[in-house]
């Protein structure tokens, strides 16, 4: 899948679905939250939940996946450049950020020097994601479900741009334990965060007849998988 000629090119080798590349509330902190979220010591004081656990299940989206993939807000790949590193899938990393994505594209040319061919990094939003129905063979999205309040027009519009019997991998931090939930509220009172969700409520948003869903917790962070059945 090549971008050329359908986006426009945002800065080399990004393109952009948007009128306005700038402006990203992710734009000005990404430096500092791609530094801050690679380090174990925060996923496990705030999220009780290892990186290795996150960067396990991205590998099942990432590395262990067949077909085309989408990532939403993929940020700076600061848990998945690895597995971005090894995937052979054609996989188009998508976030609102410009800096986020020049991070990312940053981790992924530190190996090599060269940008993997079957990687794609695109800037979108996410609410208006710009592909037809039915595009992707897999989507994910990790960390993000609870920084929106309308997650379920978040998660609708992911799933529309799966596949009939494509997979779908989403983690997402709740407010099932003390300090993840005061971390998140604090964050809240700041406008970084959605309205703080219980895993239930989480899971909530998977509830249809055409969807295979299965989950499991660990510290704060819930993982949410399955097929999309029609
Ligand atoms: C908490 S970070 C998670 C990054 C990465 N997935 C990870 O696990 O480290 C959330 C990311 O979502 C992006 N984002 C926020 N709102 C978005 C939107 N409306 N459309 C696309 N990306 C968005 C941000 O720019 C940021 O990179």
């Given at each position: 899948m090549s971008y050329s000629g359908k986006f426009k090119v945002a800065a080399q080798g990004i393109y952009s679905s948007l009128e306005n590349i700038g402006g990203a509330k992710y734009d000005s902190k990404a430096k500092y939250y791609e530094r801050l979220v690679g380090t174990e010591t925060f996923n496990c004081i705030f999220w009780a939940c290892s990186r290795k656990e996150l960067q396990k299940f991205a590998a099942t989206a990432i590395l262990h996946s067949t077909g085309t993939l989408l990532d939403v807000g993929c940020g700076g790949l600061a848990q998945t450049s690895d597995l971005y590193q090894a995937t052979t899938n054609d996989c188009t990393l998508f976030d609102r950020s410009l800096e986020m994505l020049k991070i990312a594209q940053g981790r992924l040319l530190e190996k090599t020097g060269t940008l993997p061919s079957n990687i794609h990094l695109l800037q979108g939003n996410a609410f208006d994601i710009p592909f037809p129905d039915n595009t992707f063979d897999n989507i994910c999205s990790f960390g993000?479900?609870?920084?929106?309040?309308?997650k379920q027009d978040f998660v609708n519009e992911l799933l529309r741009v799966l596949k009939k019997g494509g997979r779908f991998y989403f983690y997402t931090m709740t407010g099932e334990l003390t300090v993840g939930r005061i971390f998140m509220k604090l964050l809240r009172m700041n406008h970084e965060f959605g309205e703080v969700w219980s895993e239930k409520q989480n899971l909530s948003l998977f509830n249809s007849a055409h969807l295979e869903v299965q989950s499991y917790r660990v510290g704060s962070v819930l993982f949410i998988y399955g097929q999309k059945i029609g």
């Open positions: 993000t479900i609870h920084l929106f309040d309308n």
